[in-house]
């Protein structure tokens, strides 16, 4: 069960149950699901970024001076590979000057720990960057747990997690090692099953993205 506390978004606007139903049916080609995966990543990331701390600053419009924001915070973007990078890339869209960390992470499929194969980080960050970290599905949550492991070890202090679709274990996994972490997603699905996957979930994400 989720706690009241959990920083868990569930984000239930029309537009992305919409695209997310479409995602889970396994008659959806590889082609479609991509389009649906950028469009669904899209909403996701418009929701987890909403608490962007921003500036008022001056304007002048063609009509005369007026008042506007502009954003604040150094904006980093964490693909864990490789189905993360659909995220990225409409992440790009909607923040084009947000920097970029790929983590390279894979699943032992015995024990289903995640494994880093890859992670190519500053020794240090600004105070003020916030962290997005994108995977499309939370499962056991070792994958998200490593990645936010990377920028927590480096003092950041603002780091959210975007997910597709979420599994209770892989929320209840990384609350109890970061309660502070923002986790936005799609839905929270009912369940693991004996090999990890989400259950009823929508298969394998990078497979289905990928064409693979």
Do not use: C, W
């Not at 950028?38 to 962007?52: F, T």
């Not at 992470?105 to 024990?111: P, S, V």
């Not at 990377?150 to 959210?160: D, G, P, W």
């Amino acid at each position: 069960m989720i706690s009241a506390h959990s920083s868990v978004k569930v984000a239930k606007h029309p537009l992305i149950q919409n695209a997310l139903t479409q995602l889970r049916d396994y008659r959806t080609p590889s082609s479609e699901f991509r389009r649906l995966s950028l469009q669904l990543s899209r909403l996701l990331i418009y929701e987890a970024m909403v608490g962007l701390s921003a500036k008022e600053i001056g304007v002048e419009t063609p009509m005369g001076p007026g008042k506007g924001v502009v954003l604040t915070d150094y904006v980093i973007l964490a693909p864990v590979l490789r189905a993360g990078l659909v995220l990225s890339e409409a992440a790009q869209d909607l923040f084009p000057g947000a920097r970029i960390y790929h983590v390279g992470l894979r699943r032992d499929e015995e024990t289903l720990k995640a494994i880093s194969y890859y992670s190519k980080l500053p020794e240090k960050l600004p105070a003020e960057s916030s962290v997005f970290i994108l995977d499309p599905m939370l499962a056991t949550g070792g994958s998200a747990v490593a990645a936010i492991s990377l920028f927590s070890n480096l003092k950041v202090q603002s780091i959210h997690l975007v997910s597709f679709l979420s599994a209770p274990e892989g929320i209840k996994h990384v609350q109890e090692n970061f309660p502070n972490v923002q986790i936005t997603t799609g839905a929270i699905d009912d369940h693991l099953n004996e090999h990890g996957y989400i259950v009823p979930g929508l298969g394998d994400a990078g497979d289905r993205i990928f064409g693979t």
